[in-house]
């Protein structure tokens, strides 16, 4: 009997755009590639990075919940640097949702994924991402959504995803610190309880970022991108990374948001601005960090034939 093997591609995600805390996301082009192969014995290959080979392994676990590894190889290649605000753990957990899906032959719609996902995640916003692609607005409301522009409802499952292209012109350019930020600080930085005007603040620009993204309308897009919730009140965790949200407009760029928890930063600007853009973001953030244009990825989670 042939042994059976899987390719599994998801891409990194960046969540929040600014006002959307913990309901929106968009997929960009950095991926993470898992090879899962029926071996005889369990193995995990980081592929150079300093993560856990053993069961613990987030990847592994999110296998794991849908069949045993036992005799599984796992060999994981990924570009998507970890703990810097680029979804690195959703896109783990989906490959390794997928991955178990693909091999077994399990059949999960991409609802169930969801569901599953953001089980273990705790919130939906990167894993949509990282399944659908494009931009994403989830909901964890009992009440029909549309994924992937198709009415659809997830009975049960207590999640939802509604999911479009981005408009044509927009690209991102992101500015990836060498530091990283702790998820748990970032998370308590947020208090249970906001102000009625930040919170009215953020409805308001969260609106103009969805129409203005629908409606390829980019002055629409610019106006959204403000954030009352968690921007300010995490400043202190990476200074330097607001002063970059502070000065985008000044550098040419439409506006800038700090990407899920940081400290990476999500400058937004036109395919036409954006190489100016991070040519004047490289000479700013010389010696401390990476910038690099970064286009939305329309493809979700993939499974190429091999």
Same mark, same amino acid.
């Given at each position: 009997?042939?042994?059976?093997?899987?390719?599994? *591609?998801?891409?990194?995600?960046?969540?929040?755009?600014?006002?959307?805390?913990?309901?929106?996301?968009?997929?960009?082009?950095?991926?993470?590639?898992? %090879?899962?192969?029926?071996?005889?014995?369990?193995?995990?290959?980081?592929?150079?990075?300093? &993560?856990?080979?053993?069961? =613990?392994?987030?990847?592994?676990?999110?296998? %794991?919940?849908?069949?045993?590894?036992?005799?599984?190889?796992?060999?994981?290649?990924?570009?998507?640097?970890?703990?810097?605000?680029?979804?690195?753990?959703?896109?783990?957990?989906?490959?390794?949702?997928? /991955?178990?899906?693909? !091999?077994?032959?399990?059949?999960?719609? $991409?609802?169930?994924?969801?569901?599953?996902?953001?089980?273990? %995640?705790?919130?939906?916003?990167?894993?949509?991402?990282?399944?659908?692609?494009?931009?994403?607005?989830?909901?964890?409301? #009992?009440?029909?959504?549309?994924?992937?522009?198709?009415?659809?409802? &997830?009975?049960?499952?207590?999640?939802?995803?509604?999911?479009?292209?981005?408009? =044509?012109?927009?690209?991102?350019?992101?500015?990836?610190?060498? =530091?990283?930020?702790?998820?748990?600080?970032?998370?308590?930085?947020?208090?249970?309880?906001?102000?009625?005007?930040?919170?009215? /603040?953020?409805?308001?620009?969260?609106?103009?970022?969805? !129409? #203005?993204?629908?409606?390829?309308?980019?002055?629409?897009?610019?106006?959204?991108?403000?954030? *009352?919730?968690?921007?300010?009140?995490?400043?202190?965790?990476?200074? $330097?990374?607001?002063?970059?949200?502070?000065? +985008?407009?000044?550098?040419?760029?439409?506006?800038?948001?700090?990407?899920?928890?940081?400290?990476? &930063?999500?400058?937004?600007?036109?395919?036409?601005?954006?190489?100016?853009? +991070?040519?004047?973001?490289?000479? *700013?953030?010389?010696?401390?960090? %990476? &910038?690099?244009?970064?286009?939305?990825?329309?493809?979700?989670?993939?499974?190429? =034939? !091999?």
């Amino acid at each position: 009997m042939t042994a059976r093997h899987r390719l599994v *591609r998801v891409p990194a995600s960046s969540a929040n755009l600014g006002p959307g805390y913990d309901a929106m996301a968009a997929a960009v082009a950095l991926h993470l590639e898992l %090879e899962v192969e029926e071996a005889g014995e369990y193995s995990f290959d980081p592929g150079g990075l300093a &993560v856990p080979t053993g069961r =613990e392994n987030l990847l592994v676990r999110a296998f %794991e919940t849908l069949h045993p590894a036992d005799g599984i190889a796992f060999r994981l290649r990924s570009e998507i640097p970890l703990a810097r605000g680029l979804g690195s753990s959703a896109a783990a957990i989906v490959a390794g949702l997928a /991955a178990a899906d693909h !091999l077994f032959e399990l059949a999960l719609t $991409r609802e169930e994924l969801l569901a599953r996902a953001t089980a273990i %995640e705790g919130h939906p916003d990167n894993v949509a991402a990282a399944i659908y692609g494009g931009f994403v607005v989830c909901s964890a409301a #009992g009440v029909p959504t549309l994924v992937n522009d198709t009415k659809t409802s &997830v009975e049960g499952a207590g999640v939802f995803a509604a999911r479009f292209e981005a408009p =044509e012109g927009l690209e991102g350019v992101v500015v990836i610190p060498g =530091e990283e930020v702790s998820t748990r600080l970032a998370r308590e930085a947020i208090p249970a309880e906001l102000p009625l005007g930040d919170a009215v /603040a953020n409805v308001s620009a969260a609106a103009l970022l969805v !129409l #203005g993204l629908r409606s390829a309308d980019l002055d629409l897009v610019r106006r959204g991108l403000h954030d *009352r919730i968690h921007q300010p009140r995490r400043r202190a965790l990476y200074p $330097r990374s607001m002063e970059i949200v502070d000065a +985008a407009a000044e550098l040419g760029a439409l506006g800038a948001t700090i990407s899920g928890a940081g400290p990476t &930063v999500l400058v937004w600007t036109t395919w036409d601005d954006a190489g100016g853009v +991070a040519a004047a973001l490289k000479e *700013r953030c010389e010696g401390w960090a %990476e &910038v690099r244009r970064l286009p939305f990825e329309p493809l979700g989670v993939d499974v190429p =034939e !091999l």
